[in-house]
């Protein structure tokens, strides 16, 4: 069973920075690509960023590229989604998840979530 748990979530200021981070087994870490979701309050479930299992590719939505930078260390077993420049639409609950590299690199959504840190920009 793939568990993913996120942390670093929190209430932020326009254009403060935040790291979050996703844990999970060993066995999760050499095997997937990692990504990003996130949900806002009355919206859909939006692709945020992804990163392959050898960490060499990663995917970024067009409303985050050049904000957000997705990283992985597999030696930690970790996931990171550094985002500055935050914005207001940036607040989310935002999922940490696992799938095959494939998946990403089509735009399908990932077989395994987390439950969810909440990330709060206040203007």
């Known amino acids: 069973q793939v568990q993913l748990e996120e942390s670093g979530g929190g209430l932020v200021q326009i254009g403060d920075s935040l790291t979050l981070s996703c844990a999970s087994s060993?066995?999760?870490?050499?095997?997937?690509?990692m990504g990003w979701f996130r949900q806002a309050p009355g919206k859909e479930r939006e692709f945020v960023a992804a990163?392959?299992?050898?960490?060499?590719?990663?995917y970024y939505a067009d409303s985050v590229k050049g904000r957000f930078t997705i990283s992985r260390d597999n030696t930690k077993n970790r996931m990171y989604l550094q985002m500055n420049s935050l914005k207001p639409e940036d607040s989310a609950v935002y999922y940490c998840?696992?799938?095959?590299?494939?998946?990403?690199?089509?735009?399908?959504?990932?077989?395994?979530w987390g439950q969810g840190t909440q990330v709060t920009v206040s203007s």
């Open positions: 998840t696992a799938d095959l590299d494939e998946i990403y690199a089509r735009g399908s959504n990932p077989h395994y």
């Open positions: 060993r066995r999760t870490f050499s095997s997937y690509a």
């Open positions: 990163v392959t299992w050898s960490g060499e590719t990663t």
